[in-house]
């Protein structure tokens, strides 16, 4: 899935994965990617796949408070797994497993690249790659989900945020086939985020508030 400055907005995927992956120690602190000429002059993310981005011009980071609300998602056997610092959704935090530091040089060939892996439970791990191209106004996202037994899963995977777009935090929610959006104003031009998916197969929701249902 491809994030364009994405906002309190939530995609849902279906998905089914099967096979077997260790857990090993993580480390606390968040991989960066930094770009000071922009658009995105960072982005974030925690190994517990919660995500903050900042954009050049904006006084605020896009997602409500500095640790960021927003993350991804997982959905396995009725229990809900999540960033442990996202609070406006009821679940199970996830363990952090480990992430990379920062590599690549930010070109289309070799973009920056931050892989964070996180338990969920003792049901799966959840991989996640975060690439970034310098001079793009957006990254993107893959997932991975991968079982802790041969058994087969299914469930959900999605991503979810409380927006700060333009540097605030009230706007206005679109969604445009799949594609949900939270702007500034309601003005065709107005500065927003969206959250793109790459993928089929997926819904969306958009909400008023601090809230995601």
């Known amino acids: ?4 400055r994405w906002c309190g907005i939530g995609v849902v995927f279906s998905l089914i994965a099967f096979g077997l992956i260790a857990a090993i120690p993580g480390t606390a602190l968040a991989a960066v990617i930094t770009n000071p000429a922009g658009p995105l002059t960072s982005v974030s993310i925690g190994t517990g796949l919660n995500c903050q981005v900042n954009v050049l011009g904006d006084t605020k980071g896009e997602w409500f408070s500095s640790a960021g609300m927003c993350g991804t998602f997982l959905s396995l056997g009725g229990t809900t797994y999540k960033p442990s610092s996202v609070t406006y959704v009821t679940g199970t935090s996830y363990t952090p497993v480990s992430q990379t530091p920062v590599t690549g040089s930010g070109t289309a060939a070799d973009p920056y690249q ?3 892996t996180v338990q969920a439970g003792s049901t799966a791990t ?16 893959d997932m991975t989900v991968t079982s802790t037994d041969p058994s087969l899963l299914s ?10 777009a333009g540097s605030s935090d009230s706007g ?3 969604v445009t086939g ?10 065709a031009n107005s500065r927003g985020t969206a959250l793109i998916p790459r993928t089929s197969g997926n819904s969306s929701s958009t909400v008023t508030g601090n809230v995601l249902s």
Do not use: E, K
Not at 1 to 4: E, K, Q
Not at 126 to 141: K, M, P
């Open 114 to 116: 931050i892989v964070t």
């Open 126 to 141: 959840l991989t996640q790659t975060d690439r970034y191209v310098a001079g793009n106004d957006y990254y993107t996202t």
């Open 178 to 187: 799949t594609a949900p959006a939270c702007a500034v104003t309601q003005a």
């Open 155 to 164: 469930g959900n995977v999605w991503t979810a945020g409380d927006c700060v």
């Open 1 to 4: 899935m491809s994030f364009r």
């Open 172 to 174: 206005y929610g679109l």
